[in-house]
């Protein structure tokens, strides 16, 4: 049985549908973990838990030990619950498959593989049309539905955002997931429920400054306020401990695909291309005053000057942090077909 999403298969759990395994793999740990917790946390009392949990991680463990934790008989409970986190590490996990294609009614497995499983493997075939084995591929959330994943997160937690808010977050973090929640995490210690999270509040509890930081660099870039580019850059790079290259690179590539499909759309309106891309406001004319600054096959070249950026903040081609942003801003600068503000 194929989940679309980890509420899915939760929503099923909470419901009382609890199935002998749990197949969860993907390269978005945010989902996987969130299923794990739920189970290692929820599935048992604290009292079962003692005798009937059991959790193993795979470097550490071989098939012939994770089914001696399988077939043990649960003590004074109605079931036991094996869980092997980072799956990926274990050897010869394709050996569970005569087990996980004929599970013990008395164990839950939770399998959570941070990788994508070979979907051509027998029992992955075979698991996916079984009604006994909960199968869930964790996706990283797509550049364009950030925001409104950010949104929804956001009222689970019994909070609202500004437009503006989410797209700083969005910008400025980018699409890990984990890190999105702890910072919101942040905010909500800090408020009460169904308090109006806006920008002013972001700078307080979150440290994201407008000054100096990705959010200013790419309003400046837009701009073409290249003096303001330049002091934005050399503050940034004078503080790569507080905002990483290897944070505010990648927040620059996702901003840059928003202003791509803006100008693959320029003609539609600003309802459309806010839909299209998944930003609100005052943001789509941003995107469109630097779609139409830089042009489309401006656009597509500092594209994959983003990504060699990237990889040369992470230590390939070059040393680290060595002027990598100064001179990316730079070459940015040149494809400017509106002259810049000077």
Same mark, same amino acid.
Request: proline residues 3%; hydrophobic residues 35%.
């Given at each position: 049985?194929?989940?679309?999403?980890?509420?899915?298969?939760?929503?099923?759990?909470?419901?009382?549908?609890?199935?002998?395994?749990?197949?969860?793999?993907?390269?978005?740990?945010?989902?996987? @973990?969130?299923?794990?917790?739920?189970?290692?946390? $929820?599935?048992?009392?604290?009292?079962?838990?003692?005798?009937?949990?059991?959790?193993? /991680?795979?470097?550490?463990?071989?098939?012939?030990?994770?089914?001696?934790?399988?077939?043990? /008989?649960?003590?004074?409970?109605?079931?036991?619950?094996?869980?092997?986190?980072?799956?990926?590490?274990?050897?010869?996990?394709?050996?569970?498959?005569?087990?996980?294609?004929?599970?013990?009614?008395?164990?839950?497995?939770?399998?959570?593989?941070?990788?994508?499983? @070979? #979907?051509?493997?027998?029992?992955?075939?075979?698991?996916?049309?079984?009604?006994?084995?909960?199968?869930?591929?964790?996706?990283?959330?797509?550049?364009?539905?950030?925001?409104?994943?950010?949104?929804?997160?956001?009222?689970?937690?019994?909070?609202?955002?500004?437009?503006?808010?989410?797209?700083?977050?969005?910008?400025?973090?980018?699409?890990?997931?984990?890190?999105?929640?702890?910072?919101?995490? $942040?905010?909500?210690?800090?408020?009460?429920?169904?308090?109006?999270?806006?920008?002013?509040?972001?700078?307080? /509890?979150?440290?994201?400054?407008?000054?100096?930081?990705? /959010?200013?660099?790419?309003?400046?870039?837009?701009?073409?306020?290249?003096?303001?580019?330049?002091?934005?850059?050399?503050?940034?790079?004078?503080?790569?401990?507080?905002?990483?290259?290897?944070?505010?690179?990648? #927040?620059?590539?996702?901003?840059?695909?928003?202003?791509?499909?803006?100008?693959?759309?320029?003609?539609?309106?600003?309802?459309?291309? #806010?839909?299209?891309?998944?930003?609100?406001?005052?943001?789509?004319?941003?995107?469109?005053?630097?779609?139409?600054?830089? #042009?489309?096959?401006?656009?597509?070249?500092?594209? $994959?000057?983003?990504?060699?950026?990237?990889?040369?903040?992470?230590?390939?081609?070059?040393?680290?942090?060595?002027?990598?942003? $100064?001179?990316?801003?730079?070459?940015?600068?040149?494809?400017?077909?509106?002259?810049?503000?000077?």
């Amino acid at each position: 049985m194929e989940y679309s999403s980890a509420d899915n298969l939760l929503s099923d759990i909470k419901s009382g549908q609890i199935l002998p395994v749990y197949v969860l793999h993907g390269v978005e740990p945010f989902f996987i @973990d969130k299923v794990t917790s739920h189970i290692e946390k $929820k599935l048992l009392s604290e009292g079962e838990q003692a005798f009937n949990q059991s959790v193993l /991680y795979g470097r550490d463990v071989d098939s012939k030990q994770v089914l001696d934790y399988d077939r043990q /008989y649960p003590m004074m409970a109605e079931r036991r619950v094996v869980i092997i986190k980072e799956a990926q590490g274990m050897r010869d996990l394709k050996s569970l498959g005569s087990y996980i294609s004929s599970p013990s009614p008395q164990t839950v497995l939770v399998i959570a593989h941070k990788k994508k499983i @070979d #979907g051509r493997i027998k029992w992955v075939k075979e698991a996916k049309k079984s009604d006994q084995i909960g199968m869930m591929s964790s996706d990283p959330v797509q550049e364009y539905k950030l925001n409104a994943w950010i949104t929804s997160y956001v009222k689970s937690q019994k909070l609202k955002m500004t437009g503006d808010a989410v797209e700083m977050l969005s910008q400025y973090l980018g699409t890990d997931l984990k890190k999105i929640t702890n910072e919101i995490e $942040k905010i909500k210690v800090n408020l009460d429920a169904g308090e109006l999270v806006d920008i002013p509040q972001i700078e307080k /509890y979150i440290g994201i400054s407008r000054d100096y930081d990705i /959010y200013a660099l790419l309003k400046a870039l837009s701009r073409g306020d290249t003096p303001r580019v330049h002091e934005i850059t050399y503050n940034i790079e004078a503080n790569v401990k507080v905002q990483p290259l290897q944070m505010i690179i990648p #927040g620059m590539a996702t901003y840059f695909e928003k202003v791509l499909v803006v100008a693959q759309n320029f003609k539609k309106d600003d309802r459309t291309l #806010g839909s299209m891309i998944g930003s609100y406001g005052s943001y789509v004319k941003e995107y469109r005053d630097m779609a139409k600054r830089y #042009g489309y096959s401006g656009l597509i070249k500092i594209y $994959k000057m983003l990504l060699q950026a990237d990889a040369q903040s992470k230590g390939f081609e070059r040393r680290k942090g060595d002027g990598i942003l $100064k001179e990316l801003v730079g070459k940015i600068l040149l494809f400017q077909r509106v002259p810049s503000n000077q």
